[in-house]
């Protein structure tokens, strides 16, 4: 089988893993020092010398010019696993668009001299260029391995045979590592446009700098001092990173404001950047949960400020009621800056598996739970006050709690006057806002949940919250009646062990999506 990734590969390298089959055991995977799932055929190597062959493209290309030839970039004479032509294969290891600008210049007839300048400018903005050659062998490498999916019961039971801190020590070290590169290798196939932009180039630099960091523990002593010197890079990853989401944002609404971008569901180049949003946000909270959930165990620092309650960063009973007034409390006081009043809330909630109990508790992620109550209260309550801006009264927002023997369900009604149907399909999409756009300040932000990081007028709130939804195997869905209201109905797994991390995959399909940005012809009719 063909290499899934698509991109040529170094004909040999050689990293201390054993490949073995991994198991469902979470327990059993942190003790084997490897990382994620070997994919089929991902671990042969691509065509035979291709990547010394890849090193010599930009001589390749002038060589090809001084003899006055002509080259024809529609020409393949590569393997059915690569997309690659056979001049621009690959450049110190790593991978190259077919709309490279060196290869457009070809088709088109520009000159070659400001082909490869573009080129070279082009290449500078890359991961590539800011990793030594073995890095980027190593990205490579371990972008073939699917990342562990690890359920809420795995980390729940985490280090309950006494040797937690060790397990995962060797967890983390390689886990962290393959789910890195699987979206560093999809950041390289973003358009140039969005690449270039500066915004754009520090989360490339974050992503390069965090995986070098990384790896320099890829083999490094099992003890207590490496776990002291482990727990301060993870601290300084998740520093790092912080801003991501924000950052990107400011990066899309400039290539919006340019003209490049239109925020718009049917839009090829916009559905290939939403795919890619959901994939890199998806990957961002789930090595945060990896290493919040590592800290709060096993960093004196941090587990002294934990609730007492919670294992980790999972608290075994987590009370959906208590964490929704929690949330309704707090977008109340927001509400009430801006409009001088706010709905009250009515809340219901029922236990299905136990009629006795006097509240709905599951094992869950507080914080995640938290974020999607309150980003859907802040909408239902800005709808709710505008929308009965001249009546005498407010109506509240009711919400309903249920519990069954699978799922736990949350309905928010609000109602704030409804969406459209043509609006209510773009509710979902990044940048997608109907508030006022924000000004994001230079430098750190302090993340998306710091005070001092607008989350309203960016467009990222009900899709983030949905991907912190789906992320255990939840959803989160809208269903209105406009000129009336909205139900928001979010939907949990109500079993631990059903409920396991959904992650992205790098490979020849989720490539492609990203690539494929040409709006198509419309097959159907539709109302202008």
């Not at 998740?238 to 990066?251: F, L, S």
Request: glycine letters at 6%.
């Amino acid at each position: 089988m063909a290499s899934p990734g698509m991109f040529l590969r170094p004909t040999s390298l050689s990293i201390p893993i054993s490949m073995r089959a991994r198991t469902s055991s979470f327990s059993k995977s942190i003790s084997t020092e490897r990382p994620g799932t070997p994919r089929p055929g991902s671990i042969s190597s691509a065509n035979k010398g291709s990547f010394e062959f890849g090193r010599s493209a930009r001589q390749d290309i002038l060589a090809h010019s001084s003899q006055g030839s002509s080259w024809d970039p529609l020409v393949r004479n590569h393997s059915p696993g690569t997309i690659l032509s056979p001049i621009l294969g690959t450049i110190h290891g790593t991978m190259i668009r077919d709309l490279s600008p060196a290869s457009r210049a070809f088709s088109s007839g520009v000159g070659l001299g400001a082909a490869v300048q573009e080129f070279e400018v082009e290449e500078r903005r890359k991961i590539s260029n800011m990793l030594s050659l073995e890095q980027i062998q190593k990205m490579e490498f371990y972008s073939k391995f699917t990342p562990t999916s690890v359920s809420l019961s795995h980390f729940l039971d985490h280090g309950a045979d006494g040797k937690g801190v060790e397990k995962s020590f060797l967890f983390l070290r390689r886990e962290i590592p393959v789910r890195l590169a699987n979206i560093m290798m999809e950041l390289e196939l973003l358009p140039s446009e969005l690449l270039a932009q500066p915004a754009c180039q520090d989360i490339l630099r974050q992503y390069s700098q965090s995986f070098s960091e990384v790896l320099q523990f890829e083999n490094t002593k099992n003890n207590a001092t490496t776990h002291e010197e482990f727990n301060q890079l993870l601290t300084e990853v998740r520093h790092r990173h912080q801003d991501t989401v924000p950052h990107m944002a400011e990066a899309l609404h400039n290539l919006r404001d340019a003209g490049n971008l239109n925020v718009n569901c049917k839009d090829r180049l916009n559905q290939a950047i939403q795919y890619f949003l959901d994939r890199l946000y998806m990957s961002r909270i789930s090595i945060q949960m990896l290493i919040s959930h590592h800290k709060a165990l096993y960093c004196p620092e941090e587990s002294k400020s934990i609730n007492p309650g919670l294992r980790g960063t999972l608290d075994p009973k987590c009370d959906a009621v208590h964490v929704a007034q929690m949330a309704f409390e707090n977008a109340t006081f927001l509400c009430e800056q801006m409009y001088m009043d706010a709905p009250k809330l009515i809340i219901e909630w029922s236990d299905l598996t136990d009629a006795e109990k006097n509240s709905v508790d599951f094992v869950y992620i507080p914080g995640h739970l938290y974020h999607m109550l309150f980003e859907v209260f802040k909408n239902s309550m800005r709808a709710t006050m505008e929308f009965h801006e001249n009546s005498e009264s407010t109506p509240d927002i009711h919400v309903r709690i249920v519990k069954s023997s699978q799922d736990i369900s949350i309905k928010v009604c609000d109602q704030g006057g409804g969406i459209s149907r043509n609006v209510a399909e773009n509710c979902f999409l990044y940048l997608y806002t109907s508030a006022t756009r924000v000004k994001l300040s230079e430098g750190d932000m302090g993340g998306t949940t710091s005070t001092s990081t607008p989350m309203h007028g960016l467009g990222y709130g009900l899709p983030l919250s949905r991907l912190y939804a789906r992320y255990f195997g939840g959803d989160m869905k809208l269903a209105s009646c406009d000129g009336y209201g909205t139900d928001t109905y979010i939907y949990l797994r109500a079993l631990e062990s059903d409920a396991r991390e959904t992650l992205p995959i790098f490979n020849a399909s989720s490539s492609n999506k990203i690539r494929d940005t040409k709006n198509q012809v419309e097959d159907w009719t539709k109302d202008e």
